[in-house]
């Protein structure tokens, strides 16, 4: 089934872009080929990665963790951080989601050698194929949950402004860990920071020494040490240290429904310049912690509260579907009322 990724007029909630940024503009590029590259098991899921090639050429390599029980018709999108791949923390976050009975959609940076990265067609290319895995297996395809750490938040972001230009298509609920760049780099104004930068990454690394001793010796695996998987991120630095995101965030619909979580030492995340952003949404609150640096993101913490919300929201759904027909102010103020997971909170200790 081919989409357009084209812009639509009839969203009253959507703030206008008239910056002629790639919200506005078309790019259809529909799944053409799979291919499986491997599979596995676990008690509760299944396993697929495929390569998965696109109209232009493009390609990407996407993991599903498929529930064996799946209780609920939503599935969760998510794209990798900086440097990472679909292993280690990636892999225990779609397992998490697969013992409540959620399936997961884990998507690569593109994985072209000849062709560089761009913030609009990856976020395209991401509902395109997150579209297709959703028909294929039976999900809703036109509500979505994003999640996504770094980079997978950034992209994650891009999504949720971008779906209702793409056949209606809806952003139910996201989770956005430490995104980064809202206001790109000015080197002026950002090269200061480098030494501090240092120093609050390497206090933050001390939050590996509290992981539990599963995460311990799982997570080091979360890194994508493939010199190929590395270069293509690194591809993709140009177009992230734009601006983009930050322009995509300030033009989501304005009942968005989401958690964002920050930590005021990460540099790279800029929490300090998302607030004026987000401010505008009432549907999403925002966490900023005291401290820490973008390592942080691993701290038993920040993992256990998101699976807290990824409880909150999936009891809600699951206890009646229709809400998700509803949309995102009415699936807010469903978990606003049974859980204190999305709730605003002061500057965290």
């Known amino acids: 089934m081919e989409m357009s990724c084209a812009s639509n007029d009839d969203f009253a909630t959507m703030p206008r872009d008239e910056s002629g940024d790639f919200l506005l503009q078309e790019f259809v590029n529909p799944v053409t080929k799979t291919e499986t590259l491997y599979e596995d098991e676990t008690r509760r899921a299944h396993i697929l990665k495929e390569r998965v090639e ?67 067609k990856s976020v395209c290319n991401i509902i395109e194929i997150s579209d297709y895995m959703h028909r294929r ?59 501090e930068l240092v120093l609050n990454e390497f206090s933050a690394s001390t939050a590996f020494l509290k992981l539990p001793f599963n995460a311990v010796t799982s997570y080091p695996r979360t890194i994508a040490f493939s010199p190929k998987m590395q270069f293509q991120q690194l591809k993709e630095v140009p177009t992230l240290l734009s601006g983009a995101v930050g322009n995509a965030a300030r033009h989501m619909p ?66 009646d579907p229709r809400i998700v027909q509803l949309g995102s102010s009415a699936l807010c103020e469903a978990v606003r009322s049974t859980s204190n997971t999305f709730r605003h909170r002061p500057i965290a200790a």
């Open 137 to 195: 297996h039976d999900r809703d395809p036109d509500n979505l949950w994003v999640d996504g750490i770094s980079r997978g938040s950034m992209h994650a972001l891009g999504v949720t402004a971008k779906a209702p230009f793409v056949d209606d298509k809806k952003v139910l609920v996201g989770d956005y860990t430490v995104p980064c760049f809202p206001e790109g780099i000015d080197l002026k104004r950002d090269l200061v920071q480098l030494p």
């Open 54 to 120: 696109m109209g232009n050429g493009t390609y990407y390599e996407v993991t599903s963790t498929l529930a064996k029980e799946r209780t609920i018709d939503l599935g969760i999108t998510a794209t990798a951080a900086w440097l990472t791949h679909d292993r280690g923390l990636n892999q225990d976050r779609a397992l998490r989601a697969a013992r409540l009975g959620i399936d997961t959609v884990f998507i690569s940076p593109q994985q072209n050698l000849d062709r560089r990265g761009h913030f609009g």
């Open 254 to 319: 304005s009942d968005t429904f989401g958690h964002v979580t920050n930590y005021l030492g990460d540099i790279m995340g800029q929490g300090r310049r998302w607030e004026p952003i987000f401010a505008e949404y009432d549907n999403i609150t925002v966490e900023n912690f005291k401290g820490g640096g973008h390592l942080s993101l691993a701290a038993p913490r920040c993992q256990e509260k998101w699976e807290d919300r990824l409880k909150a929201v999936h009891e809600v759904i699951e206890s």
